[in-house]
């Protein structure tokens, strides 16, 4: 490792961050040095690595601190039984990296997890050790994430967020079961009870801000996770159930997915081949319905098949509308807001649209044309001053007249 140049360790170890999605930079507190003081922005634009709501590109700088690692699960590529390339990066070393990619315009922030190595206590001192050097010696304004370590104590973990934006600590696998045969090194209930304390201060801390003007701040994006999909034998009503319970229990920011991908010399134990990428999709689509749409956890079960996975030729929310069409057509002019979010097609923006217009008219199809994408999608589940679905909504082949053509793509198009 010692012959190792830094560029080729940045290769080493921003390679192996590529396996954690959790990496997203919305909800931080605004702070910036336009008034002279302090380095970085939380506000700018770069290159492309994670969006905000808004639409705004996050540049992370995204790396392990070291691939190194003691534990010796069996989906991580740098499990310590793995025959991976190792190389390890010194907190100084990554404060200077991110600075100086940070004024060559190249990032916004900082992304930073790590293997295990030594013990937790020791990877996670520095970790937070990186951050304080960002923080505290060269006032870094910019964006942290840091991934915090369940094992580690506590007091470990509470300075951590004191110096990022957001912490996440990944709960891995959907199910105890897979956690227990897959990652025999970590436990459910040091990962849970991380998450409780986490929340606990970040509750806290809003708490205290809003008696006390200085109070420090403490993860003002929040906390998040990740989930791995298809490296066991979980269903999406299993993961979605995992999921709401995250969300209910801990108050995440956010739940990512991540579809499990085959790694060299991987163990018996492992499936031979990834699941499909649409079905990560379907999860995410699953999540905003929870999040967004007013969907119970239950009801997007109901949207599974008998497997317990959602269709892949078909969105969650188009699913579990074919399964109850006794809620269907809709009036456009008469219908609750939270029923229309039901209505395949229509999404929270053309809702609140269509809520706003019919205050001041009676909505026609051609109105409401002009206020979704998809009329054909739309149609058989709306009825409007004009228009009724008759026999439509009840067709047996419905389903197929819904679902997304599948195209022949050609190798060799303009």
């Known amino acids: ?32 040095s336009l008034g002279g003081k302090g380095i970085g922005s939380t506000e700018g634009m770069g290159i492309c690595h994670a969006y905000a709501p808004d639409g705004r ?21 740098n499990r310590k039984s793995s025959n991976v390339r190792r190389a390890r990066f010194t907190p100084q ?14 990032i916004e922030g900082l992304f930073l997890s790590s293997g295990i190595v030594k013990s937790s206590n ?42 990022a934006d957001r912490v996440s600590i990944n709960v891995e696998l959907p199910t105890d079961s897979g956690l227990a045969r897959l990652a025999p090194d970590k436990s459910v209930s040091q990962i849970e009870g991380a998450m ?20 420090p701040r403490f993860a003002p994006a929040g906390q998040s996770t990740q989930m791995i999909v298809g490296a066991d034998a979980a269903t999406d009503a299993d993961i979605v159930g995992k999921a709401s319970r995250l969300y209910t229990g801990f108050k995440l920011r956010r739940v990512y997915y991540s579809a499990f991908s085959p790694i060299p010399d991987a163990s018996a134990v492992l499936p031979l081949k990834r699941p499909p990428l649409i079905r990560e999709h379907r999860l995410y689509q699953s ?22 996975n959602l269709p892949l030729d078909i969105d969650p929310k188009l699913a579990w509308a074919l399964k109850f069409r006794d809620r269907f057509p809709l009036d456009v002019n008469r219908a609750a807001r939270e029923d229309l979010l039901r209505v395949p ?16 008219r009676t909505l026609r199809l051609d109105d409401v044309a002009r206020l979704t994408l998809s009329i054909a999608k739309v149609r058989p589940f709306l009825c409007t001053a004009d228009w009724r679905p008759t026999m439509l909504t009840d067709r047996a082949d419905l389903r197929a007249l819904l679902a997304p053509r599948q195209e022949q793509l050609e190798l060799f198009a303009a």
């Open 1 to 32: 490792m010692a012959s190792q140049t830094i560029l080729e360790r940045l290769e080493i170890l921003a390679d192996a961050a590529k396996y954690d999605a959790s990496c997203a930079s919305s909800g931080t507190a605004k702070r910036n």
């Open 57 to 77: 590109c996050i540049s992370l700088l995204k790396i392990l601190l070291t691939n190194y690692c003691v534990f010796d699960c069996h989906y991580c590529i």
């Open 93 to 106: 070393e990554v404060a200077d990296l991110t600075l100086n990619f940070y004024r060559r315009n190249y």
């Open 122 to 163: 020791h990877t996670m001192e520095l970790l937070v050790e990186t951050a304080r050097i960002l923080r505290e010696e060269h006032d870094f304004r910019g964006y942290i994430h840091l991934k915090t370590i369940p094992e580690a104590d506590a007091e470990l973990v509470h300075q951590a967020g004191l110096y």
């Open 196 to 215: 409780g304390r986490t929340n606990s201060d970040i509750i806290e801390a809003k708490d205290a801000k809003k008696r006390f003007r200085h109070a």
């Open 287 to 308: 999540d905003w319905l929870m999040r967004f749409y007013g969907y119970a956890p239950s009801e997007v079960k109901e949207a599974t098949g008998p497997d317990g």
């Open 345 to 360: 097609g229509l999404g929270v923006t053309a809702v609140n649209r269509i809520v706003a217009a019919r205050r001041h």
